[in-house]
């Protein structure tokens, strides 16, 4: 039963933690960019190189790790040494829900350097998109709004 609890826990943690995460691909706007007039403007892929984005990291994570632990570690022995092993459990938990928030949000980018229409090189980096392939001298938009700029074909 009490394994089965533990796995109900983790597995609710897991799902928490996954919805959070925002996605960064170029085609994907915030709410507070969509309806907002962008700047638009021109250039050409000079290089591609494959990068990882880092995952998030908030209190979700360690907080339901933390909780999880505690409560796996309270069923460890009894009186002053359930509450010592919950402690641990607690910590740990924390520790090992930290770590699993972060690579489980974790994905794959690509920093695309484009020489833009006005002489000048900026790079950008995006979450990779299954359907969009770059490739070096291709002509592409890139798109400007509240500061947050995507590269499209």
């Given at each position: 039963?009490?394994?089965?609890?533990?796995?109900?826990?983790?597995?609710?943690?897991?799902?928490?933690?996954?919805?959070?995460?925002?996605?960064?691909?170029?085609?994907?706007?915030?709410?507070?960019?969509?309806?907002?007039?962008?700047?638009?403007?021109?250039?050409?892929?000079?290089?591609?190189?494959?990068?990882?984005?880092?995952?998030?990291?908030?209190?979700?994570?360690?907080?339901?790790?933390?909780?999880?632990?505690?409560v796996a570690g309270s069923g460890v022995g009894g009186g002053r040494g359930s509450a010592v092993a919950a402690?641990?459990?607690?910590?740990?938990?924390?520790?090992?829900?930290?770590?699993?928030?972060?690579?489980?949000?974790?994905?794959?980018?690509?920093?695309?350097?484009?020489?833009?229409?006005?002489?000048?090189?900026?790079?950008?980096?995006?979450?990779?998109?299954?359907?969009?392939?770059?490739?070096?001298?291709?002509?592409?938009?890139?798109?400007t709004v509240s500061g947050t700029s995507r590269v499209a074909p």
């Amino acid at each position: 039963m009490r394994n089965s609890i533990l796995l109900a826990s983790f597995t609710a943690v897991t799902l928490a933690v996954s919805g959070c995460a925002s996605s960064l691909t170029g085609d994907t706007y915030s709410r507070a960019e969509a309806r907002t007039v962008q700047t638009v403007r021109y250039g050409t892929i000079e290089s591609l190189r494959p990068v990882k984005i880092e995952g998030t990291k908030t209190p979700i994570g360690s907080g339901a790790g933390a909780i999880v632990g505690g409560v796996a570690g309270s069923g460890v022995g009894g009186g002053r040494g359930s509450a010592v092993a919950a402690v641990i459990g607690a910590v740990a938990g924390g520790m090992l829900g930290a770590a699993a928030e972060e690579g489980i949000t974790r994905t794959q980018g690509v920093e695309i350097t484009v020489r833009e229409d006005d002489g000048t090189t900026r790079a950008y980096v995006q979450e990779v998109e299954p359907n969009q392939v770059f490739r070096v001298g291709q002509r592409v938009r890139i798109l400007t709004v509240s500061g947050t700029s995507r590269v499209a074909p």
